[in-house]
């Protein structure tokens, strides 16, 4: 069956510090992949998605960075944080047949505070 | 482009009361939609969906139907417990693109 592994679970990085979230898909082979981030109390944003090896679209400008080094791994970056980017962050996968997207599965989520 | 409203909550309901979570969607052409559910601390677990028209979505006792006419695509639950107070999200994907996601609904049911 899949799988869909995201960590650390929680994480509390000073303003400035750099930032790696990681996540990986096991059981499914060329999955779409995505990072959202949920702001307390708010709705999900699609920060970048991937659609491959080395294919990333980011949805918003930030200075946040995404990078998918292998098949089933998605990593979200950042060289320096900013206070603003703490938040919920959530890991994601598809599988596109035809036309139809089938639903994401969500990894377990990441809470990043910024101090 | 292709968006998703959803009731603004917060939604605090009895035990064993009657729910619905109105969703209207916005779309080019012939969408899939989806409710998912995000218990406290965790990731979004999809509840269910529906991938044309008149095709009715159900699991653990929530239902929504593709309303084309209405672009609706309301979830709705006859006797909520407890266990189901959670954050709602209403979605659409198009063509297999992305999914676009509502703000979400928070739903409180009290003993």
């Known amino acids: 069956s899949q799988t869909i592994h995201q960590w650390p679970a929680t994480l509390v990085q000073p303003v400035g510090s750099p930032l790696s979230l990681e996540c990986t898909v096991e059981?499914?082979?060329?999955?779409?992949l995505y990072w959202y981030r949920q702001a307390a109390g708010r709705g999900l944003q699609l920060l970048f998605y991937s659609v491959g090896i080395g294919q990333i679209s980011s949805e918003v400008p930030q200075n946040l960075s995404a990078s998918r080094p292998q098949d089933r791994q998605f990593i979200l970056s950042s060289k320096k944080l900013l206070l603003s980017d703490s938040g919920f962050y959530l890991c994601?996968?598809?599988?596109?047949?035809?036309?139809?997207?089938?639903?994401?599965?969500f990894g377990s989520g990441t809470r990043l505070t910024v101090v | 482009g292709d968006s998703v409203t959803q009731m603004e909550g917060p939604v605090t309901l009895s035990e064993e009361a009657f729910l619905t979570i109105n969703c209207t969607y916005t779309a080019t052409g012939y969408p899939s939609l989806f409710w998912y559910v995000q218990y406290p601390g965790e990731g979004l677990q999809l509840l269910l969906k529906a991938t044309k028209a008149d095709d009715k979505g159900s699991n653990k006792g929530f239902e929504a139907t593709y309303r084309k006419e209405t672009t609706s695509f309301h979830l709705e639950k006859g006797s909520v417990q407890v266990s189901d107070s959670a954050v709602y999200f209403c979605a659409l994907s198009e063509g297999g693109n992305d999914m676009r996601f509502g703000a979400g609904t928070r739903l409180t049911v009290k003993p």
């Open positions: 994601a996968w598809s599988v596109r047949r035809g036309q139809l997207n089938y639903g994401y599965t």
């Open positions: 059981g499914t082979s060329n999955p779409n």
